[in-house]
């Protein structure tokens, strides 16, 4: 069977394997957050996106060869759960968005800024940030040569609509007119989506409801 994105906490991680890079994906608790491990192939190095939760999951999902790198998407808590113990156990280098770092409690390393290009072994990783869910959450779009896009979005975007904005009309619109300019106008219909909660989606999927979300406000 192929790849379908479909976990659910305690359960095996999915594994979406890639002409280039492998993209393992596992649910941890209490709050369904999606962890993902990225291996290059060609050099096996790893990075992880969230070490949201469960440090015994994820440092069983890493395997022996540990990880170069920890980006975590944004500030919230349930996406740093098991930060220090992932980073404390592999030494790993950890990223944040520069305007997020300060509400991670575990040092980042290297701070993100919009554009910057992010190395897992011979594969890059370009971030993105965007305002609204928090005021320095980061995305990271994955170009494949051989390929689709592959775009990891932590709370900014979901099958269904935009991150969480609390009700903040001002967020809200940062937020949708980030996700449209730097995502959907920029990356073609086919990119797969894997988001910080849940399913993954595609942006074909969610293209036709932009101007739905924004007149729903949310």
Not at 1 to 13: H, I, N, Q, R, T
Not at 38 to 54: F, G, K, P, S, V
Not at 82 to 110: K, N, S
Not at 187 to 199: A, F, I, K, R
Request: charge should be negative; hydrophobic fraction near 35%.
């Amino acid at each position: 069977m192929g790849y379908s994105g479909a976990v659910k906490v305690g359960g095996p991680a999915d594994v979406h394997e890639l002409t280039d890079l492998m993209i393992s994906k596992v649910a941890v608790g209490p709050m369904n957050n999606n962890a993902y491990v990225l291996r290059c192939r060609a050099t096996d190095e790893q990075l992880l996106i969230d070490a949201a939760a469960e440090p015994h999951t994820l440092l069983t999902l890493i395997g022996d060869s540990g990880i170069a790198s920890v980006v975590t998407t944004h500030q919230h808590g349930d996406h740093w759960g098991a930060l220090r113990e992932v980073v404390d156990a592999t030494g790993a280098r950890t990223y944040a968005g520069r305007y997020d770092a300060e509400g991670i409690p575990v040092a980042t390393d290297i701070p993100v800024e919009d554009g910057d290009v992010l190395s897992v072994g011979h594969v890059r990783l370009t971030a993105r940030h965007l305002v609204g869910h928090t005021p320095g959450s980061i995305v990271l779009i994955y170009d494949d040569p051989h390929g689709a896009p592959h775009l990891f979005t932590g709370d900014c975007l979901f099958p269904g609509g935009v991150g969480n904005t609390h009700g903040d009309a001002e967020n809200f619109t940062s937020l949708l007119d980030g996700v449209r300019g730097k995502l959907f106008d920029e990356l073609p219909d086919e990119t797969w989506v894997y988001p910080g909660h849940g399913s993954d989606t595609t942006l074909g999927a969610e293209r036709p409801h932009l101007d739905e979300w924004r007149e729903r406000g949310w």
